[in-house]
């Protein structure tokens, strides 16, 4: 019974598919290995670029500019209908004043 056991312990240990799987875990580390210096630099201008992204800038800056000009449009907003009352109001005093003089 215990040689049964180890074989097929040693036929797990030694199947065609695990050694598969480790040359291929192998050769993936083997290939970050050898290749570390690209990745370091691909990284390192990825962050470089991030880094000097001058259109982050500009962006926030959009960004004061439309909240300023919402509150000047909102301003200007409110004193075109304060002025359009202003004319209603002088429309029916003209309309009353003709009105009267045509009487």
């Known amino acids: 019974?215990?040689?049964?056991?180890?074989?097929?312990?040693?036929?797990r240990v030694h199947s065609p598919r695990a050694t598969t799987n480790a040359v291929?875990?192998?050769s993936f580390l083997d290939l970050l290995r050898n290749s570390w210096f690209l990745i370091v630099f691909v990284g390192t201008a990825i962050y470089w670029a991030a880094r000097h992204?001058?259109?982050l800038d500009t962006v926030a800056k959009n960004d004061a500019?439309?909240?300023?000009?919402?509150?000047?449009?909102?301003?200007?907003?409110?004193?075109?209908?304060?002025l359009?009352?202003?004319?209603?109001?002088?429309?029916e005093d003209l309309a009353i004043i003709k009105s009267a003089v045509i009487k």
Not at 1 to 11: D, L, N, T, V, Y
């Open 24 to 26: 291929n875990n192998w």
């Open 65 to 82: 500019r439309i909240s300023a000009l919402e509150s000047r449009v909102t301003t200007l907003e409110s004193g075109l209908g304060q």
């Open 84 to 91: 359009q009352l202003k004319l209603d109001i002088i429309k």
């Open 53 to 55: 992204d001058s259109s």
């Open 1 to 11: 019974m215990p040689i049964k056991i180890k074989q097929s312990i040693a036929h």
